[in-house]
């Protein structure tokens, strides 16, 4: 797969394979392809040459909302709403019990943070979550990704903003999801990526 953007090659090349159930590092320097990647198999672009299957299917087959079903991301800066936060977690699954938020946030290592809130679930975030610090909002998406349950997560440097206790928390919630669903893991950090099954290296938007 190649993929370029406004006349400027991003992507050279590229094959990758994740197996089922699996978890599959990538690491690279800023500006390798990384994010470009995750985004891809979102398909907020389409490659120029070559094609991404999710479960065996092209993913330009697959109308969005049964793609969105089976894929969900996280990216370094998570977008919130101005809303509450039980509402920011509800856009990944409207029917989503309290019970369900609840189990989302742990794994997110963030219900407690919001239960310290004066409305708990129910506080309201600023336009774009600036009401939160970036650790907080990234937990956040965690949590809504959880709550998605996709069989494919994409996380993209998913606890650049977190320090260690937190950080150990999520690779703890994701280890025990392995084999349930299939992971791949953009970061820089070696803590995040001891979690991988197996790594790759991007550079100059090349896989080795």
């Not at 330009?60 to 509402?87: K, M, N, P």
């Not at 919001?114 to 309201?124: C, E, F, I, K």
């Not at 069989?151 to 919630?173: Q, V």
Request: glycine content about 8%; aromatic content about 4%; proline content about 3%.
């Amino acid at each position: 797969m190649s993929f370029s953007y406004e006349g400027e090659r991003v992507l050279s090349d590229v094959s990758l394979e994740l197996p089922r159930g699996s978890v599959v590092g990538v690491v690279g320097k800023s500006g390798s392809g990384k994010s470009t990647l995750c985004r891809l198999l979102m398909r907020f672009w389409d490659p120029d040459r070559g094609s991404i299957l999710v479960s065996g299917e092209r993913i330009d087959s697959l109308d969005t909302g049964c793609l969105r079903s089976l894929e969900a991301l996280v990216e370094q800066d998570t977008q919130l709403f101005h809303d509450s936060i039980r509402d920011n977690l509800l856009i990944a699954r409207p029917d989503a019990t309290q019970e369900e938020l609840e189990e989302a946030c742990r794994a997110a290592s963030v219900h407690d943070f919001v239960t310290s809130l004066p409305q708990g679930y129910d506080s309201m975030v600023g336009e774009l979550g600036d009401t939160l610090s970036g650790g907080e909002r990234q937990r956040l998406g965690l949590a809504r990704a959880f709550l998605h349950d996709a069989p494919l997560l994409i996380l993209d440097e998913p606890t650049s903003n977190l320090d260690s206790l937190n950080e150990g928390t999520i690779l703890r919630s994701l280890d025990r999801q392995r084999g349930k669903r299939t992971v791949l893991l953009v970061s820089h950090r070696a803590s995040t990526m001891s979690l991988a099954d197996a790594s790759f290296s991007m550079d100059d938007g090349r896989v080795s």
